[in-house]
């Protein structure tokens, strides 16, 4: 019988769970003998005792359970020296983003780990499932609204009070993928005025779907990639591109921003200037800084008043709603979890599109072209 663990994350103020009560259940019906780390889910709402009652094991010497395991749930890949711990042929699910963590991809390579990166799923329709990147995404749009609202020195919705009536805040949300689409239909729950912007033009129809008015800065050559992600623009577009978003940053009282291109630095939607033109008390909110931000001035993990105006660089708005968003991720591996467990055994379908386009390290080899190709030119994360 296959031994699964789930670890209590340790990257920093990490909150959310890998495996849930119902995810562990549905693994020990699988076969599984799964072992959880003591507190592992406290902080996202999931106490030992009901991990317990879904048939795990509660066990407190994380690194024993590490090396023991022929499987390891995560959040995130482990940093190297918990990756050396892995005993060899043992398989890691995990969020990981491997070109950020080439450190962790050659602990992994060199301990023989199979490492499978839930980050890295194609965007297919039978892999909506376990599409990690969306579910969080779904998180952290809502998450980043809530955030804005707080901070907005204003109502979002239109209220009539004896006092006089008080107009609706307006939302500008630029990029309308899961995390913006998610955005926009938290503000107009909220009651607020919204407008979005995006360079891809099939997600127009979204968009007015939910209430919003499309801002339409034209279309660039080949938007698009293949699995449905904003491609990099060119720096001409880019300008014309500021030019029209300019008038409507200006005239919102919070701007939400979404927009990243997987691989690549965030491209840069509001320059200081366009922060300078918003209103006193306005809010920005970075939500791509961890890949270098949409907006120039905001900060990593940090909340900062520039020109008069929040913008808020926060890291880890999934983890703000930890219950929710580890349903969802463990939701998620277990999907994937589908392809490579049989009979209470580890056998992934190495025939299998969705196991072969996440999977980072195989048999002593990374197997993620791209890691392999900066592992090779001596890059590290």
Not at 34 to 53: H, I, L, N, R, Y
Not at 168 to 175: D, K, N, S
Request: one cysteine or more.
């Amino acid at each position: 019988m296959a031994v699964a663990f789930i670890p209590k994350e340790t990257h920093g103020t990490e909150t959310r769970v890998a495996g849930t009560p119902d995810t562990v259940k549905a693994l020990v019906k699988a076969g599984l003998q799964v072992q959880v780390q003591s507190g592992a889910g406290s902080s996202a709402g999931f106490p030992d005792d009901e991990f317990t009652a879904a048939g795990a094991s509660i066990v407190t010497d994380a690194a024993a359970a590490r090396g023991g395991a022929d499987l390891v749930l995560g959040i995130h890949v482990p940093p190297p020296a918990e990756c050396k711990q892995l005993k060899r042929g043992a398989m890691l699910v995990c969020g990981m983003q491997p070109l950020l963590q080439l450190d962790s991809v050659a602990a992994l390579r060199d301990a023989g780990v199979q490492a499978f990166a839930m980050d890295l799923m194609p965007r297919i329709t039978r892999a909506q499932k376990m599409d990690i990147l969306s579910s969080q995404a779904t998180a952290g749009g809502y998450q980043a609204v809530l955030l804005a609202a707080a901070r907005l020195p204003r109502f979002f919705p239109l209220l009539m009070t004896a006092a006089g009536t008080i107009k609706p805040a307006r939302v500008f949300v630029l990029g309308a993928g899961v995390a913006g689409l998610q955005a926009i239909a938290t503000s107009r729950r909220l009651g607020a005025v919204v407008e979005a912007n995006d360079i891809r033009p099939a997600v127009k129809e979204q968009v007015e779907s939910l209430g919003a008015k499309f801002v339409d800065t034209g279309t660039p050559p080949q938007a698009e990639s293949t699995g449905g992600y904003a491609r990099e623009t060119t720096e001409e577009y880019q300008r014309k591109q500021r030019e029209i978003l300019t008038a409507h940053v200006a005239d919102a009282d919070v701007v939400i921003t979404t927009a990243l291109i997987p691989g690549r630095k965030a491209p840069v939607l509001l320059s200081e200037d366009m922060v300078k033109r918003m209103r006193l008390g306005s809010v920005i909110v970075d939500m791509a800084v961890e890949m270098g931000g949409n907006v120039e001035g905001s900060e990593k993990g940090k909340t900062v008043t520039k020109h008069g105006v929040t913008i808020i660089g926060e890291l880890n708005l999934p983890g703000m709603v930890p219950y929710d968003a580890s349903r969802m991720f463990a939701k998620n591996v277990q999907g994937f979890l589908e392809l490579v467990l049989g009979d209470g055994k580890l056998d992934p379908k190495w025939d299998d599109e969705v196991v072969t386009a996440i999977c980072v390290c195989r048999d002593g080899k990374v197997s993620h072209a791209a890691s392999a190709e900066a592992l090779a030119a001596g890059r590290s994360s």
